[in-house]
C-alpha cells in the first residue's frame, strides 16, 4: 500500500460520545435522555441493548485516558451528556455531572491531549422531549443556554468545541425513518427538526461567541459521495436528490444561507425571518464524518453498488476514494473554514483470541482512507486532523454491543481493555510520522 505522509503539525485523535460509552445512566444525578427511553422501549435495539453500563467510562475515565495516551494520540473528541450536566435540558444544572467534564479535560490535559467537545451527539434530555423536543423551536434557545454554560465552563481549556454531530442522523433516523430516537415516524417533523437543529447550531455559536468563549467553534456533519449507478435520467436525478438531501441540506444553509433544490425535493420546513442570517453563523472549523458512499440507483431491478474492496459489519462499502471525491467536490462549492475529519472507522468481526485481535480489515480500511485523505490534501483542501471511530468498541445504538468500531476491544464481561492490531499499527503511523 502506498506510503501516508502527512504535515508534522497534523492531528491525529479518536473519538467517542457520552452514550455510546459512559454509562452510569442514572448516577450522581443525571437526567435520562431520550436515548435512555428509546433503548429501554422492546424491541427498538438489538436484542434490547441499552446504554446503562456501556464501557463503564464514567467511573474508568482516568485509566482510559491513560488508555488514549498509550496510543500516541494528540488529540480526543467525545461529547457531553447534556442530561447529566442538566436533568431536564431546562432548570437547574448538575455540579457533579459539570465537575465530571472538568476531570475529564483536566485529565486529557494532563497528558498532553488536545480535548475536543461535541456538545450534542444525539441524546437529547428527556425532559425536553416532553415539551415536544426538536420538534419544538424552544429547544434551539435551551440548546443555546447549554452551549453558553458549557462553552464558559470548557472553553478555556478544550482544542474545540462543535454543536451537533451528524444533524441529518438526529433529523432522519430519528424522527422520519425511526430506527434512533425518539423514534417519529413522520417526513415533516424531521425536516422542521432539521432546521431547528441548524437554528440552535447558529444560535449557540452566537451564544458562546457573545460569552468571549476562546475554543474555536464549528459543526460535525456526516457526508459521502453519491454514484449514480447508471446514466439514466432516474439514476441522475436521484443521485442529485440525494447529495442535496444528505449533504447540502446542511451544508448551503450554513454557507449560502438558503435550503437546496433536487429533482423530487418536495419537503420543506418553516424558515422564520432572519433564521437563515442565525444560521450562516461563521464557523472556524468544519467536522466531517465519512464512512461509505450513497449509491444511487432508479433502475428496475436496482443496479447493485461494486463492492470490490467489501463492506464492513455494518454492511457499509469500503470506498475511499469517495473521501476524497467528496472533500474536492465540497471545496469547489463552498468557502470552507478548516476541515477536521471527525469520524471514519470500520465495524469488523472481531474476535479476542489469546490476548489478541487480528483486524487487518480495519487496517486496510483506515490506511486506503487515509491516502484518499492525503490526495485531497494534496489537492490543496485545508485539513488539520484525523479522528478515528472509535477508540473502543462501544454502543453502537440500535445495533446495540453487536457491532464493533474500536481500535481497542471491550469485553463486556469485565469490562477489560485489549489492543486490537489495528490500535498497535496507528500508534506506529503517529509515532513515524512525528
Ligand atoms: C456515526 C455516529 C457514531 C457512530 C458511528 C459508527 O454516524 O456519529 O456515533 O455510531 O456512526
Redesign the pocket.
Known sequence: MSELKFPPNFSWGVAT?AY?IEGAAAEDGRGPSIWDTFSHQPGKTFEGHTGDVACDHYHRYDTDVDLIASLGVDAYRFSISWSRVQPKGHGAWNEKGLAFYDRLVDKLLSKGIKPHVTLY??DLPQGLQDLGGWGSRDTTDCFADYADVMGRRLGDRVASICTH??PW?TAHLGHHVGQFAPGNKDPQLAIQVAHHLLLSHGKALQAMRASGVKAPLGIVL?QSSVTAATQSQADRDSAERQYAAFVRWYMDPIFLKRYPTAPGLSIYPTVSENDFNTIAQPLDFLGI?Y?TRIWASESSPPVPAPNAMGVND?GWETYPQGLSDLLRQIDRDYDLPPIYIT?N?F?GDDHLVGGKVADSPRIAYVHTHLAALQQAMEAGVDIRGYFY??LFDNY??NSGYA?R?GLVHVDYENQQRTLKDSAHWYSDLIRKGR
Open positions: 460520545s455510546q451527539h444525539w454531530n451528524e442522523c456526516n464524518n464512512y455494518m469520524e472507522g465495524a471511530w472509535s453502537e445504538w457491532k468500531f
